[in-house]
């Protein structure tokens, strides 16, 4: 049983489009951080929410923590090639190692 | 600041045969974690040291195994290998003891076939 669960899987969208993907659990964290990983390279940290409710922006990426802590989302508006690559949410729990979801692969085809 | 240093970046075993991964950290940075990462099942968490001492383990067997050194480099170890083990390895460095409040900065990971 996955603790994170990320939707959709694959998106494929065109340059300009919007789009949402989205993180849950049934579990609560004390945080939630998100990662995107290109081809070839490591994960690399985007943000990371804390308070149930946060809403953090880093340009046109804006990214919501649930009221409740288990679950979060990352909106991207006005998506570019450049936003290509796989998305992954990972939840903390106190001392107990980062846990990930399997993420989700987007493309943005120009 | 030089970022995680994974090595080698890709690795080709036969079944059976042994495998050592290294990750040097990034300086100062006294925590490491390494995670599996496979299509199907996403990052798996394998182990995690701090100050040379695992303080957590993830759920693979007694094949996999790792230490760290004084100067926080660390290695994993991988004997007996199957074709399943087939992965690209990552290893994270992070400045905290707890990853709540101290993000994750991942190296590049070394790609494992097994074949």
């Known amino acids: 049983t996955q603790l994170l669960e990320q939707s959709p899987q694959f998106l494929s969208i065109q340059e300009g489009e919007n789009l949402t993907v989205y993180c849950n659990s049934s579990?609560?964290?004390?945080?939630l951080q998100w990662y995107r990983q290109e081809p070839g390279e490591g994960p690399v940290l985007l943000v990371t929410?804390?308070?149930?409710?946060e809403v953090k922006k880093l340009k046109r990426l804006t990214f919501q923590f649930g009221d409740a802590r288990k679950d979060s989302s990352l909106h991207i508006t006005a998506a570019q090639p450049g936003d290509t690559g796989l998305y992954l949410c990972?939840?903390?729990?106190?001392?107990?190692?980062?846990?990930f979801g399997k993420g989700t692969r987007l493309s943005v085809i120009a | 600041k030089a970022g995680v240093t994974q090595t080698p970046r890709y690795l080709i075993k036969t079944r059976g045969q042994q495998v050592t991964l290294s990750c040097s950290p990034i300086?100062?940075?006294?925590?490491v974690s390494w995670y599996q990462q496979t299509p199907g099942q996403g990052l798996q968490f394998l182990f995690e040291?701090?100050?040379?001492?695992?303080?957590n383990k993830g759920n693979f067997p007694g094949r996999f195994s790792g230490r760290q050194f004084s100067n926080s480099r660390s290695e994993m170890n991988v004997s007996t290998l199957e074709l399943g083990d087939s992965a690209l390895y990552l290893c994270?460095?992070?400045?905290?003891?707890?990853?709540?409040?101290?993000?994750?900065?991942f190296g590049n990971g070394t790609r494992l076939t097994v074949t």
């Open positions: 994270a460095s992070s400045n905290g003891q707890s990853s709540y409040n101290s993000p994750l900065h």
């Open positions: 579990s609560v964290f004390s945080s």
């Open positions: 929410v804390v308070t149930g409710g």
């Open positions: 990972a939840g903390a729990r106190g001392n107990t190692p980062l846990v």
């Open positions: 300086s100062g940075h006294r925590s």
């Open positions: 040291y701090f100050s040379e001492t695992q303080r």
